[in-house]
């Protein structure tokens, strides 16, 4: 994504503008037909214990680049700098008691992580993590053409971070001019009302870009919240607790096409997830963070797939 980050501020700036400046909660989400009716659950990780026949840990897999973006380095399962950013923790507010949690620590020393272009950089030399279920050699454990995948996420707050549940199709690794990215929410820390939602279809020909700003009302750092896209033959829709969102720039339902749906179906392509704690390169690095934002997390409930 390090290539994308300044087509996602161009697509926040005209779209989160809108909600900001009065787009109601009612008008945000269009409508209340539950995505997951008619629809049987195929998939579901509750994180009771972390899979690591499913999931795989470390920077974001494919060929175009080094799968690093922002400004932390993403661990490997077994860590990085002596620092393993993921973690089962009991949570009362998550449905089975328990959650993922992955955090983000900052080293503030030179560090080794492999291919990291920040480990010189004092305000790049933060570990944080991400999960998969695909790998760099190409290998998808766990992907699907259709459906409605949802995870129930809690941010965090903080002047930096930027998490994100999204998903990307299984030829965009070693193919990456094959790319299609659905981005079902990335959020910064200093939004709690606010998040951004996008489609990208990367590379010529045909690239194609959409993407709004989605105000929630409520603080999304402070309980769990449940984000989801459904995905059919031609389209995809996101939706937040459940409910449509309204692209801002139309005031329609987000119901963006797919144009690489064809070649999807020709070459029986899936899109697989991620679940990503980043930090954003975005903004000018904040100055005298205190010893509590040196250390920051982001839990997830579960994530599901509807087919």
Known sequence: MTRHEMSRRR???ATGSLAIAGVTHRQTLAGTDDPTDNRRLDFEDSFLQ?????????PKAGTWDTGFYGRSAFSRRTGEEGFIPYEIVDDSRAEDGKALQISAKYIGAAMSVPAYYGNTNPEYQWISGNIQTARKDGIVTKGWRRGYF???MLFPSHPLTWPAFWLMNG????????SIE??????????PTLY????HEWGQPGEHHEGTGVPT???????????GILVDDTKCVPYFERKPIVDTRTGKTANWPIHRSPDLDVDGDVFWPLLTLALSADIPYPQGLGPEQLLTHMRVDYFRVYV
């Open 50 to 58: 972390l899979d690591w026949s499913v999931w795989h840990a470390g």
């Open 11 to 13: 697509l926040l700036a």
């Open 196 to 199: 951004g939602t996008y489609l």
């Open 182 to 191: 659905l981005d079902v929410v990335e959020h910064k820390g200093w939004e």
């Open 150 to 152: 949802e995870a129930r």
């Open 171 to 178: 030829r965009s690794i070693l193919a990456p001019k094959t």
């Open 217 to 227: 009302i409520v603080d999304v750092t402070r309980d769990y919240r449940r984000y």
